[in-house]
């Protein structure tokens, strides 16, 4: 994976990001500057190498994943009204709400003309899987806002926005690579298949987190999405399970709007968690993710020293504490 993001960050380093108008590619720049794990595109080049050593196309591919993912990120922020991003000044914040509407624009475009670079006879393939991709992505945003403000959001509709919004671009940036690595429809599925279990999973661990986790560990307050109202797995299996006084105690505390409650409702919020056994419920759901991702490693039948390199990433992304 070290030698995989050195490739990745050498390929960004390495892209002419500096153009006119300067207000349109700085903030570009800015972006791609904060760093972050570079996963999508490390991604791409294992799934690549497994079937082939020529990672040529691949990293074109893994750089135009890693610029898309990170318009997504710019836009996300512009509509969260965001701060901060990775310890840094988001680009509304640093320039303004248009700059970073044009620059994520502007990003959109950029992932597609990188991708154009790709040389392989599987071009269109990859092509029409980056597009259903880009496009799932936005209606899984669209579900999460929408969400916001429903008061019937059910747990099938969760897990569904959750595949959208974050498990479909892990699993593409694994296809993609496998498709240019040589890789069969099976081989290349079996790879889509493992980024879904695993980004369902990190998403559903990221929830467990976020009100079990330990803050020193995890780098946030404990409650956040409590605070917000965010639908998350804990909030809707609660309120599948939850019945009569503990469901009125539950909305109860949901309703609880004034600063100076915040914290009475984050500790019933998680007691109540905690009673329903909700905690438990979602720490058993990651470990079948993982399971299921582990096994379409199983199937490809590959050598032990490759398989590793999958079956951790996923223990890691699954069951990681912050």
């Known amino acids: ?11 960004i380093r390495s892209n002419a990001w500096k153009r006119e108008p300067n207000g349109l590619y700085e903030p ?8 972050g794990k570079r996963i999508r595109p490390c991604l791409t080049l294992m799934a690549c190498n497994l079937f082939s050593n020529d990672l040529t196309d691949a990293v074109t591919a893994g750089l135009a994943l890693e610029v898309f993912h990170n318009f997504t990120l710019l836009h996300d922020d512009v509509m969260d009204k965001a701060d901060t991003r990775r310890g840094y000044p988001t680009v509304h914040k640093r320039w303004n709400e248009n700059t970073a509407i044009l620059s994520g624009d502007a990003m959109l475009v950029e992932a597609y003309r990188i991708l154009s670079g790709i040389k392989s006879p599987k071009f269109t393939e990859v092509l029409d899987l980056f597009t259903k ?10 579900y999460d806002m929408e969400f916001e403000t429903r008061d019937d959001v059910s747990l099938d509709e969760y897990m569904e926005m959750i595949r959208l919004k974050t498990a479909v671009l892990l699993a593409a940036s694994l296809k993609i690579g496998a498709i240019l690595g040589g890789a069969t429809d099976s081989q290349a599925q079996l790879l889509y298949d493992f980024g879904i279990y695993v ?22 307050k404990i409650g956040g999405d409590i605070l917000c109202g965010k639908k998350t797995f804990l909030l809707l299996t609660a309120k599948e399970l939850a019945h009569d006084k503990t469901l009125d105690t539950l909305n109860n505390l949901l309703s ?5 409650d915040n914290q009475k409702k984050i500790d019933g919020i998680i007691e109540i968690y905690k009673v329903l056994g909700v905690n438990n419920r979602c720490e058993e759901a990651c470990l079948t ?32 504490k912050k």
Do not use: H, W
């Open 199 to 220: 980004g369902l999973g990190f998403q559903l661990r990221d929830d467990y987190l976020d009100s079990f986790g330990d803050p020193v560990i995890f780098g946030k």
């Open 1 to 11: 994976m070290e030698r995989y993001l050195q490739i990745i960050e050498e390929a």
């Open 289 to 320: 993710l993982n399971n299921k991702a582990v096994q379409c490693i199983k199937k490809l039948q590959l050598p032990d020293n490759k398989s590793i390199l999958f079956t951790d990433f996923a223990n890691k992304m699954v069951n990681r």
């Open 28 to 35: 570009i720049e800015y972006v791609l500057s904060l760093g």
């Open 256 to 260: 609880l709007e004034d600063k100076k």
């Open 133 to 142: 991709t880009a496009d799932e992505v936005c209606k899984g945003q669209q």
